[in-house]
């Protein structure tokens, strides 16, 4: 968590927990790994609550904060009502790169304002989800310059008031693909002016 953004992230009952629910969250904000991470499989609960403005959530997989921001930059997995299970490109391609096949399913599969089960397997260029034992995601990065590598993040989405809860994390690494690319080879963000 970067100086600053401390009052939005915290621990309750051994829950790790973002954002409230009388009060907006200003700006995007995240809870990161330092460690790096290659290819592995993140298990986790997540509860998302919200009373007002853009309730949302989301998993930083692959990813590297941005100097100078609050930003982080990379694969992130979606989690919020009409974004569970698609998988956005933060700060980079600024867009939706992959979407469930059966979004009716996952939203069925989906307990709103309840704890949901989050696995979220990366592996080479692929990226795998599923929520609640539901297949949500399987995406294959098409291209070949986009590092393979980098910190796993909790997002709490700011302009909304919104309460992240996040429990039971686990986390197995596999074997790293070889020469896959990774930050250090293409290159870390050089920062970025709008925060």
């Known amino acids: 968590v970067l100086e600053g953004e401390r009052q939005l992230w915290r621990v309750e009952n051994g829950v790790i927990t973002a ?3 009388t009060e907006k969250v200003p700006h995007n904000s995240f809870l990161a790994t330092k460690r790096s991470f290659h290819n592995f499989e993140l298990r986790l609960k997540i509860r998302i609550t919200g009373t007002e403005g853009f309730v949302n959530s989301g998993i930083q997989i692959r990813s590297v904060r941005v100097p100078g921001s609050h930003e982080m930059i990379g694969y992130q997995v979606d989690a919020g009502r ?3 299970g698609k998988l956005y490109d933060e700060s980079r391609r600024r867009k939706v790169i992959g979407e469930s096949a059966d979004a ?3 939203n069925r ?8 089960d989050y696995r ?3 592996e080479g260029t692929r990226i795998r989800s599923w929520i609640n034992g539901v297949a ?3 995406y294959t990065e098409a291209e070949p310059n986009i590092p393979q590598d980098g910190q796993i993040g909790l997002q709490v989405h700011g302009n909304g008031k919104t ?5 039971d994390v686990t986390i197995e ?5 070889p020469n896959a690319p990774t930050w250090e080879k293409v290159g870390r963000p050089k920062g970025n002016k709008k925060n």
């Open 82 to 84: 009409d974004w569970w």
């Open 136 to 138: 949500a995601l399987d």
């Open 104 to 106: 009716d399913a996952v």
């Open 163 to 167: 309460l992240v809860q996040v429990k």
């Open 173 to 177: 690494t596999l074997p790293p693909t």
């Open 109 to 116: 599969a989906v307990k709103e304002d309840g704890w949901n």
């Open 19 to 21: 954002g409230s629910l």
């Open 120 to 122: 979220i397997r990366a």
